[in-house]
């Protein structure tokens, strides 16, 4: 069967893993749920000396998800959440040519990031500028790209899941109609 693939991207804070696991709970037959960050994250050195930076190993990681899932073979949406560029989600895709997948971005206002990284998530290391800076790029890449884009801001995380499930039906729908066209055009040629 062919991968359905969505990815739900981010910076820290704006509700991706958390709202991901909030809809795996819900038991959807439908959807598979999947952290990036569930493998070993080397550290800076390791990522350094054998891969020649931070963002290279990103790329490589990126592209040994798609793999992954690309091999589940399922009925179901595989839903990867992290972060990543989407450029490197894209090239991995072409790379192993995936037909159908689809992107979107949890973003939320500075103060609420901050607000959540300091408080609830206790990583106030994590409310940098660099951190600023990474969904500042995230935000004009999905601007750039067309990508859909959830603000999680003054949303609950129900809203949050709910939302990022409609997606799940979108990706289900977007190939329920692929499939039937190429049925009707395959049986349309005999």
Not at 99 to 108: A, E, G, K, V, Y
Not at 165 to 171: A, D, F, L, P, S
């Amino acid at each position: 069967m062919t991968p359905q693939l969505l990815f739900v991207i981010g910076a820290s804070g704006v509700g991706k893993t958390a709202a991901t696991r909030l809809l795996e709970s819900r038991g959807h037959a439908d959807v598979t749920c999947h952290y990036f960050d569930s493998i070993t994250i080397p550290s800076a050195e390791v990522m350094e000396r054998d891969f020649g930076g931070g963002e290279r190993w990103q790329e490589t990681a990126t592209s040994d998800w798609v793999e992954r899932l690309v091999a589940l073979d399922q009925g179901a949406v595989a839903l990867l959440e992290g972060q990543t560029r989407p450029s490197f989600i894209r090239a991995a895709l072409d790379r192993f040519a995936v037909p159908r997948s689809r992107l979107i971005l949890l973003d939320c206002d500075a103060s609420t990031r901050s607000q959540r990284l300091r408080g609830p998530r206790g990583q106030p290391e994590l409310d940098s500028p660099r951190m600023g800076q990474w969904a500042a790029y995230l935000r004009g890449q999905a601007d750039a790209l067309g990508l859909p884009v959830i603000d999680t801001s003054g949303l609950a995380l129900g809203d949050v899941a709910d939302r990022i499930y409609q997606h799940v039906q979108t990706v289900i729908r977007e190939t329920r109609y692929t499939e039937r066209g190429s049925s009707s055009i395959a049986g349309g040629s005999s």
